[in-house]
């Protein structure tokens, strides 16, 4: 059983940057592949970016391509969201996910473990 806990979130004026942090437990996280998903008021949880086991295959939503990194420290059993010119629309609770596989398709109904979000709002 994995447990994640998200940290890193915040008030940030557009424009600016945060990294998110995905703290894992309980098992060796060399075998899940991560997404960060996210769900902004009134809408529907998306995947954000997604990355595999190994870290050498990564996945964004077209939305933060060239703006988000993901990456992960196997050893500190940590998976990191860079975020940078962050937009008022990025508003949102941010989810850590874990899906028991080498890669993942970064679809929410393929993850098997869940944090409970750390909020980031982008606002002046």
């Known amino acids: 059983q994995l447990q994640l806990v998200e940290s890193g979130g915040g008030l940030v004026q557009p424009g600016g940057s945060l990294r998110l942090s995905c703290a894992t437990s309980g098992s060796t996280l060399d075998y899940y592949a991560i997404g960060w998903f996210r769900q902004a008021p009134g809408k529907e949880r998306e995947g954000v970016s997604c990355?595999?086991?190994?870290?050498?295959?990564?996945y964004y939503a077209d939305s933060v391509k060239g703006r988000f990194t993901i990456s992960r420290d196997n050893a500190n059993n940590t998976v990191y969201l860079q975020m940078n010119s962050l937009k008022p629309e990025d508003t949102a609770r941010y989810y850590c996910a874990a899906e028991d596989a080498v890669r993942t398709r970064c679809l929410e109904d393929g993850m098997d473990f869940w944090g409970k979000g750390t909020l980031i709002t982008v606002s002046s």
């Open positions: 990355i595999s086991a190994s870290g050498d295959i990564t």
